[in-house]
């Protein structure tokens, strides 16, 4: 009798503790931290010297196309010695590990501590072969991390093809993207929509919006910055009104939008990043742009996304706009 129930403890114990090993392998914690923050762990003396630099340099250099100055991350630095758990469920972790008998390596994980969660570790011998490593690897680093952040808002506003603006889309431009439920069609023509979303913090207002047009593909000229931005001039001109009487958005002629080159989908796809304001009017902010060709219809598609938020920061607002537009599909 004894054996038997000691045998069927074991079975039960084991039991139980491998269904709890293959929970906690499946279910991990809720990621922490804001959309555009990087928790880098490294010790104080290294940040204080080559390493903490070359991560500075990469990480905290200028957003373009922003009013104001803002950094492309906010940087929160702890020493290995206050890492502690509560900090791990972080979304973005660099992790600098300082060891003269280690190779130098960097490695990128996903679902470290927490779902959705990004991790890169660069181990290195000394200070300065960790800045080597940080510098020589800046630009892919960075890309990373921008774009787990995408992938993040991505999947937040995964797009609802059963929604009238899904709908509308579909039927009046023949695409898709996911997009945000609080936004409303503001205004739509033939290959035209102006989509809105309008509310406040505090007594503050913010609006995020997409312009979304299309037109004839007829050369390749098309997509030099000075033939975007005039196209987006005649259409704002026409169709995005001022406050003010005869007041209507334009691109800031000082400022000549900063082009990138990207592959969207398989698609080739001009980026443009630049700053509008109201002629006539004192409104203004940062747009980002994405224009590509339909090869099948013979047509470039632009979408645009704008941020007016005069008394927040605005890159967060902005890279919400661009996440949803690199979503784009037809």
């Known amino acids: 009798m004894n054996n038997k129930f000691l045998l069927f403890f074991l079975v039960s114990f084991s039991t139980l503790f491998y269904a709890c090993d293959e929970t906690n392998e499946r279910i991990l914690p809720s990621m922490s931290g804001k959309s555009g923050e990087l928790l880098v762990v490294i010790d104080t003396g290294y940040w204080s010297n080559q390493s903490g630099e070359a991560i500075r340099q990469t990480f905290m250099q200028t957003q373009v196309g922003l009013p104001q100055q803002e950094a492309i991350f906010d940087i929160i630095h702890v020493p290995h010695r206050s890492f502690a758990r509560i900090l791990q469920t972080n979304r973005n972790i660099i992790m600098v590990e300082i060891n003269a008998q280690e190779k130098p390596a960097i490695s990128i994980k996903e679902n470290v501590w927490s779902e959705g969660q990004l991790v890169a570790t660069i181990v290195a011998k000394n200070d300065k072969n960790a800045a080597e490593i940080i510098e ?93 931005t005039a196209k987006r001039n005649a259409i704002t001109k026409k169709y995005i009104p001022g406050g003010a009487e005869g007041s209507y958005m334009t691109t800031y002629e000082e400022y000549i939008p900063k082009e990138r080159e990207i592959n969207l989908k398989g698609n080739y796809a001009k980026e443009l990043r630049g700053l509008w304001h109201v002629q006539g009017d004192f409104m203004g902010g940062p747009f980002v742009s994405y224009s590509m060709v339909d090869e099948h219809r013979n047509r470039v598609i632009t979408i645009d996304g704008y941020v007016y938020a005069p008394k927040f920061d605005k890159r967060e607002y902005l890279r919400e706009l661009q996440a949803l537009a690199l979503t784009v599909s037809f």
């Not at 009046?172 to 033939?190: G, P, V």
């Not at 929509?193 to 000229?221: A, C, V």
């Open 136 to 228: 020589k690897n800046s630009q892919n680093l960075l890309d990373y991390f921008n774009e787990k952040e995408t992938q993040r808002l991505q999947k937040k506003y995964k797009v609802n093809k059963n929604s009238k603006l899904a709908k509308e889309l579909e039927e009046k431009l023949k695409l898709s993207m996911h997009i945000d439920d609080l936004f409303y069609i503001a205004k739509e023509d033939t290959n035209f929509i102006w989509l809105r979303k309008e509310y406040s913090m505090g007594e503050h207002p913010i609006s995020q919006g997409f312009i979304i047009y299309t037109y004839p593909y007829d050369n390749d000229s098309i997509f030099n910055v000075h033939q975007l």
